[in-house]
Each structure stands twice: as structure tokens, then as C-alpha cells.
């Protein structure tokens, strides 16, 4: 159960993940998580869009499933990103990430991506383009990357 709303999905897909499958690794009990429409898992502080969003990727054709990536948004993208980050799901991440790069974005913001999720094959090609573009940081971009991250680029341009 997400804020209100109840989905009904095969456990198989979430034992793929570090949060739930220690989860499901407990003896069972009495009463279950998961296992009617009256004790659903309820995961707090997720919001039902994202969730839904989240759901794409996972049935996303190349896993086997039923639908294709190529009419997902990037504010989807990103939301099942931090979905699949947060609960461990590594090959959904993987997944999201591949798509995410089809997308046009600044190199601030691909940045701002790669150091939340741990992004690492982005970090060189995006820090080179943010080194040899023509302006600098801006006064907002510092803030967005924060102040170490940003003196050190500001360090590395002069240097170049």
C-alpha cells in the first residue's frame, strides 16, 4: 500500500531487492505483511505517483515485462531512481540509469544525479564538460552542488 492506494504485484520482483529480501527472509507469522488486501506492506513516505512510476521500469520489456521505456518521462526516471537507490534494487537502477542518459540535461543537474545515486561511469564525461564549458558556475549551480564540490571545480578550470 502506497498513501492510499493498493497495489497487487508478485513478490518475485521485490526479492530481487536488499530492503525487502530481508523482509521476506523472516519466519512467517500470524499475521503477515503482504499477504491480504487487509495487511498489505506499507511503505511510509513513498508517494503512489512515484511508486507507479517505479513500476514502469521494473516491467519494463527488457526484464520481461510488458512495457517499453521509451514513452517514460525523466521526472519518472527519476523518481523510480530514487525508489530503486533507496530499497536496493540493483538491476532496476542499472535500468533506470541507461534510460535517464537518453535525455538531454545540463551538466549541473547530470551532476547533481550522479553524486545522489552514485552514478560513477557519469562523473568523468560530465565533469570534463562542466570544466571546458565556457562560463563558469553560476551562483545557483554553486548552491545546487554544494560548496566543496564546486570549489574544487573552480580550481580545477583555473588550473586548465
Not at 500500500?1 to 523472516?26: D, I, T
Not at 521494473?58 to 526516471?77: A, F, K, M
Not at 525508489?83 to 547530470?110: C, N, P, Y
Not at 552514485?118 to 570544466?131: F, S, V
Request: with cysteine.
Amino acid at each position: 500500500q502506497v498513501e492510499n492506494c493498493l497495489f497487487k504485484l508478485p513478490r518475485h520482483y521485490f526479492e530481487q531487492s536488499e530492503a525487502f529480501e530481508g523482509m521476506f527472509a523472516l519466519p512467517p507469522t500470524d499475521i503477515q505483511e503482504g499477504t491480504s488486501n487487509e495487511n498489505p506492506i506499507r511503505l511510509e513516505g513513498t508517494k503512489s505517483w512515484d511508486f507507479a512510476a517505479f513500476l514502469k521500469v521494473i516491467y519494463d520489456r527488457e526484464n520481461g515485462g510488458v512495457r517499453d521505456l521509451d514513452s517514460i518521462t525523466l521526472q519518472e526516471l527519476l523518481a523510480a531512481l530514487e525508489l530503486a537507490h533507496k530499497w536496493g534494487f540493483k538491476k532496476v537502477l542499472q535500468r533506470a540509469i541507461k534510460a535517464t542518459e537518453e535525455f538531454s540535461m545540463d551538466e549541473v543537474e547530470r551532476i547533481r544525479i550522479t553524486h545522489k545515486y552514485g552514478i560513477n561511469e557519469w562523473a568523468g564525461p560530465t565533469y570534463e564538460k562542466l570544466l571546458l564549458r565556457e562560463n563558469p558556475l553560476t551562483a545557483d549551480e554553486m548552491g545546487s552542488l554544494g560548496l566543496e564540490f564546486s570549489s574544487k571545480m573552480w580550481a580545477a578550470r583555473e588550473r586548465l
